[in-house]
């Protein structure tokens, strides 16, 4: 393997997207906009119904993890998204480049996001609700973080692969698709309120996991023995999965010249 | 090794129709293409399957060096045939090898050799060119001084200094298109595939277009093949051209040699007072007449022999002939022949 072609084709898509970021009102929107709404409506309903600050801090954690999650997802799609939409989706098909190199790049930029997105509502919380995101401790909010980013780049690799399935009819599942990840995996509320064979689905996130390890920490019993490691494992599972449908549609699309189609 | 261009094409015409056979194995690495019985249907519906095929044995081979015009109404399968080339599209059958690559197995260091660009392009909106061309040297290996170098050069071949900081949504179609002739240099391709390379633009830049691409040839013995609508274009730039309608290659040679083949004859334009004489078309020797323009155009098997008859015939019909031009048909005649 080569590595330095592998980091340039990583790159290229990288400031690609960045550039893309930086530019659009639409990015601005979900990086500011939407998460700060999210956060400021939902602390305040916890004070309207007057919940403990443990409570409140639950239900915090699922906001910030909403917008950390959705954003970087959202970007790992723009990998395929933004040749959709530019109708240049040829041009990166032909050159000698993987889908690895696709969904990398656009997943670093993600997690640069999601990382400011963090930072800020993490300022915005403590500042307005009194919620300490370091509380417990770096290494748990570092598992947490890096949860929510496995997590984001399973659903955005899985958009990615619908979307080279079906073409522009799928671009919905880039905004549908995160939201039902997360309202399975207990954004609000512990798995355990769930019905038995929707947990059992919730069981199967890795996302819940990281939840779960990241608000034992602020005082709620655990649920999973060894949470970190099992949202680790599925999170690896997942994005094989993931990895290997984006493939396989990216060969179909190859067979029925979809790839032309979603092109000039 | 590439062929002189315009030299010896007549080694890769062994898959043309009626063109004599030649051993296969000594012209192999001399092909840039090497295409034979390719076939491609496209299905869509559900559930009701409906089925197009879009190439139905498609064979052709051309020689390195080589600027080769693929010409045919429109739906008739070139862009599919190209895309089938350039690794975008995958064959339902037949055997392609590109650059001595199968385009199936190899499709990665086939990705490498070649590019394309197309009359129609896109590429993202709020990119500004040199970010454009700058992305798609990273995709292609370049980094730091090299791609700047890169970058550079073909920012000056295309003539789009002006523009360089420009965001892509902002230019015209025509500097466009120089930017997707551009990206399709970045990697500097021993292949080229152009796409209706002229589609649209004004006559000086498309004349600026063509250009360009000859230069290409001339300076880098590049392979370019090329589609388009314009039987000038392909007049002027290719060495060949293969006819493609409905999904099979009706006829490859240079533009003299299908002239030939079809037998256009040739073209007698007349300017008559009065200006339409019906009968001529019943003459001896004249293929078909067209009136058009004031002018009735007849399409004759001979000029030498048959325009001192016509001009004796119409003098003795008491027509006046007011101006006379003789030409040979161009490639534009062979189309609408082999498009009927």
Not at chain 2, 118 to 133: D, K, N, Q, T, Y
Request: charged residues 20%.
């Amino acid at each position: 393997m080569n590595w330095r072609a592998e980091l340039l084709g990583v790159e290229a898509v990288l400031v690609r997207n960045a550039l893309m970021a930086s530019r659009n009102v639409f990015f601005f929107f979900e990086l500011l906009f939407w998460p700060i709404v999210g956060v400021l409506s939902i602390g305040l309903m916890t004070r309207f119904l007057r919940l403990s600050p443990e409570q409140a801090s639950f239900v915090l954690v699922g906001t910030i993890a909403l917008s950390v999650v959705n954003v970087c997802q959202l970007e790992v799609a723009y990998a395929v998204l933004l040749d959709v939409w530019s109708k240049s989706m040829k041009h990166q098909f032909l050159a000698p480049i993987g889908i690895r190199h696709l969904t990398l790049g656009s997943w670093v930029v993600g997690m640069v996001r999601g990382t400011a997105i963090f930072a800020l509502l993490a300022l915005l919380g403590w500042w307005a609700f009194g919620f300490d995101v370091l509380r417990p401790g770096w290494l748990a909010l570092g598992a947490f973080l890096l949860g929510c980013f496995l997590n984001a780049w399973v659903v955005g690799v899985a958009v990615c692969a619908l979307i080279t399935l079906f073409g522009n009819r799928a671009e919905a599942f880039a905004w549908a698709s995160v939201n039902l990840v997360l309202v399975l995996a207990g954004i609000y509320y512990p798995v355990s309120v769930l019905p038995e064979p929707v947990a059992t689905v919730a069981r199967a996130i890795p996302l819940t996991y990281f939840l779960d390890a990241y608000r034992a920490s602020f005082g709620f019993a655990s649920e999973f023995a060894a949470p970190v490691a099992t949202g680790l494992a599925l999170s690896a599972l997942y994005a094989a999965l993931a990895h290997w449908a984006f493939l396989a549609a990216v060969g179909r699309a190859r067979r029925t010249g979809l790839l032309l189609k979603m092109s000039e | 090794m590439a062929l002189p261009p315009g030299g010896t094409l007549a080694a890769a015409q062994r898959h043309s129709p009626g063109a004599n056979m030649i051993p296969m194995v000594s012209f192999t690495g001399m092909l840039a293409i090497d295409a034979r019985d390719v076939v491609k249907t496209f299905r869509s519906g559900w559930p009701r399957r409906r089925e197009t095929p879009a190439l139905q044995g498609v064979s052709l081979a051309v020689p390195r060096g080589a600027i080769f015009g693929l010409l045919g109404p429109n739906g008739a399968g070139k862009t599919t045939f190209l895309s089938i080339l350039a690794t975008l599209l995958v064959p339902d059958g037949g055997s392609v090898r590109v650059l001595g690559h199968d385009v199936v197995r190899e499709a990665g260091a086939l990705r490498r050799r070649l590019n394309m660009a197309s009359g129609r392009p896109s590429f993202l909106w709020s990119l500004r060119v040199g970010e454009i061309l700058a992305f798609y040297g990273r995709l292609y290996g370049l980094a730091g001084a090299p791609l700047r170098r890169r970058v550079d050069e073909l920012i000056e071949l295309c003539e789009l200094g002006p523009h360089r900081r420009v965001l892509y949504s902002e230019l015209s179609t025509g500097l466009k298109q120089r930017v997707a002739l551009a990206k399709s240099l970045v990697n500097d391709p021993e292949l080229l595939f152009l796409d209706e390379p002229t589609l649209g633009l004004d006559p000086d830049i498309s004349v600026r277009m063509r250009r360009h691409i000859a230069e290409l040839r001339r300076d880098r013995a590049m392979t370019i093949v090329l589609t388009t609508h314009y039987m000038r274009e392909a007049e002027e730039l290719c060495d060949e051209v293969a006819f493609i309608k409905a999904g099979r290659i009706l006829a490859r040679g240079t533009s003299g040699e299908l002239k030939r083949r079809i037998r256009l004859g040739e073209v007698i334009a007349l300017r008559l007072d009065p200006p339409t004489a019906a009968w001529l078309a019943e003459a001896p020797g004249v293929l078909r007449c067209v009136a058009a323009d004031g002018w009735v155009e007849c399409t004759v098997d001979e000029a030498e022999k048959r325009l001192p008859e016509l001009l004796r015939a119409l003098h003795v019909e008491g027509v006046v002939v007011r101006n006379v031009q003789v030409r040979e048909p161009d490639l534009e005649d062979v189309f609408v022949e082999l498009a009927r």
